[in-house]
Every structure is written in structure tokens, then in C-alpha cells.
């Protein structure tokens, strides 16, 4: 398959955690049009912002390439969420979920709709987001800031 490499952030803080994110990145690297390249470690991680009470965060990143648009990618990401109960329409923001996963970054695309934005608004904000796309892209560029992950996570500590 010949496409564009895209990151995409991994995370739960509901039941299983970890067999969670294995599953969905199974059936993530099955779907037609998306291969998994990598995978960094998980770190586990005091929730951001939302309601207090949560349980701590199991987060990863994925490199996978793929062959699908923004929106088809996100369309693939959502229905892996669903199938693990995620109701993105009755959540509260920022709340607990079996399965959370986000585009951080394709390719060097820049794109801003009510849908989807890339790169990722709040990923040069986030360590628990940065470090482990650090452990598999540290050279990767973001494209608004040009910087590297590396220099984004240097900037963050």
C-alpha cells in the first residue's frame, strides 16, 4: 500500500484498558486502506481536565499508513470507538471512555473544518500525548509550528 503516514493518539480509562487498546488497534490495522506501522509504549496518566473522579488514562500513539482521506480515517476511528461503547453525542466533555482515539497528525496536512482539525488543536499541550509520539516520531515535523516532537516535548518540560 502506498500512502500518507498519519499518528493517531490512543487512550482509555474505563475497564479493560489495555486489551481495549490492543483490540481497537487489531481492528484498527484490519480495516481495508490502513496499515500499523508502529506502536508506542503506554503510559498511564492522571486525567486532563474533565469531571473529578476519573480513573487514570491508559495512553499510546500509532503510526499507521494509510491510503483513506481525513474524514474516512475519522469515520474509522469513531466506529472503533462505538464498538466499544463510546457515545460521542450523550459524553461529557472530557469524561471517562473504554476507548478514545484522535488524528494528531497526517502527513504535513494543515486543515480546520467543524468536523476535524489537523493537527490535533491541544497535542503540543498534552505530555501524555507528546511522549509516547516522541518514542516512535521524535523527528516528525508539526506543520503549524514547525517544530519536532521532539522540540515540542522539550518545550513542554
Known amino acids: 500500500m502506498v500512502g ?3 499518528y493517531i493518539a490512543l487512550g482509555s480509562n474505563l475497564g479493560e484498558r489495555s486489551e481495549t487498546l490492543e483490540a481497537a ?3 484498527l490495522d484490519e480495516c481495508a486502506g490502513i496499515s500499523v506501522l508502529r ?5 498511564q496518566t492522571a486525567p486532563v481536565g474533565g469531571p473529578d473522579g476519573q480513573g487514570d488514562y491508559l ?3 500509532a503510526e499507521i499508513e494509510m491510503s483513506l482521506s481525513p474524514m474516512e480515517l475519522l ?3 469513531q466506529d ?4 466499544f461503547g463510546r457515545d460521542r453525542l450523550s459524553e461529557e466533555r472530557w469524561g471517562e471512555r473504554t476507548c478514545d482515539l484522535d488524528i494528531l497528525l497526517i502527513g504535513d496536512l494543515v486543515m480546520d473544518t467543524p468536523e476535524l482539525t489537523i493537527p490535533h488543536p491541544r497535542m503540543h499541550q498534552r505530555k501524555f500525548v507528546l511522549a509516547p509520539l516522541n518514542e516512535i516520531a521524535a523527528e516528525v515535523v508539526h506543520p503549524v509550528f514547525d517544530k519536532t516532537v521532539s522540540a515540542l516535548l ?3 518540560n
Open 154 to 156: 522539550a518545550d513542554l
Open 75 to 77: 469515520s474509522v476511528l
Open 80 to 83: 472503533i470507538e462505538r464498538k
Open 25 to 27: 488497534l487489531a481492528m
Open 59 to 61: 495512553n499510546g500513539v
Open 4 to 6: 500518507q503516514i498519519a
Open 39 to 43: 506502536v508506542s509504549g503506554m503510559v
